[in-house]
T-cell receptor, first 113, second 114 residues
Framework: GESVGLHLPTLSVQEGDNSIINCAYS??????FIWYKQESGKGPQFIID?????DKRQGQRVTVLLNKTVKHLSLQIAATQPGDSAVYFC????????????FGQGTRLTINP | NAGVTQTPKFRVLKTGQSMTLLCAQD?????MYWYRQDPGMGLRLIHY???????AKGEVPDGYNVSRLKKQNFLLGLESAAPSQTSVYFC?????????????FGPGTRLTVL
């Protein structure tokens, strides 16, 4: 079926270190993936996206890697800051005439001072 | 430019009561969505709309109805609330065809059904 999952529900890193959040997806037909950040009490916020015809995409301090062979997605955050503390969701976009997202469970990232 | 707004922010209902959640966007987006988020889970799609006057079922539509009479508004209705509908509800919108296909989310409505 259609599902998106995360390997780790929680992740703690030291401020200034790099963090990697992983995600597995199961729908090989999906051609678009998004990472969202959700801070406490707020709605998800778009971070970065990647299409299935790409392996890597970089933004400001963030990089998304896509491995279609093993259906794996990762979000790398460089030089983490306290403001990076949040829950991060990967979402798989199923193209069926509308952008229908399937979300993973989420990973809580905690930045230690 | 307010983006996506949701009304109300909080609500407590008794079992069997009805209510309507309002989502409004001022970005002229064609597509709009309603999700629910339960503890320890990601967002699940309830209903969505690809244009004014059109709606479709998502992953968990039972117990909910929606209407999109105006392009900028998307209403989510609970006709007879149940405790299982206690959740945080998020609305989202996007405009297809642009470079970014990510959905823009509202701040959420926290609903408790007693």
């Amino acid at each position: 079926g259609e599902s998106v999952g995360l390997h780790l529900p929680t992740l703690s890193v030291q401020e200034g270190d790099n963090s990697i959040i992983n995600c597995a997806y199961s729908n090989s037909a999906s051609d678009y993936f998004i990472w969202y950040k959700q801070e406490s009490g707020k709605g998800p916020q778009f971070i970065i996206d990647i299409r299935s015809n790409m392996d890597k995409r970089q933004g400001q301090r963030v990089t998304v890697l896509l491995n279609k062979t093993v259906k794996h997605l990762s979000l790398q955050i460089a030089a983490t800051q306290p403001g990076d503390s949040a829950v991060y969701f990967c979402a798989e976009n199923i193209i069926q005439g509308a952008q229908k997202l399937v979300f993973g469970q989420g990973t809580r990232l905690t930045i230690n001072p | 430019n307010a983006g996506v707004t949701q009304t109300p922010k909080f609500r407590v209902l008794k079992t069997g009561q009805s209510m309507t959640l309002l989502c409004a966007q001022d970005m002229n987006h064609e597509y709009m969505y309603w999700y629910r988020q339960d503890p320890g889970m990601g967002l699940r799609l309830i209903h969505y709309s690809v244009g004014e006057g059109t709606t479709a079922k998502g992953e968990v539509p039972d117990g909910y109805n929606v209407s999109r009479l105006k392009k900028q508004n998307f209403l989510l209705g609970l006709e007879s609330a149940a405790p299982s509908q206690t959740s945080v509800y998020f609305c989202a919108s996007l405009s297809p065809g642009r470079n970014v296909w990510g959905q823009f989310f509202g701040p959420g409505t926290r609903l408790t059904v007693l």
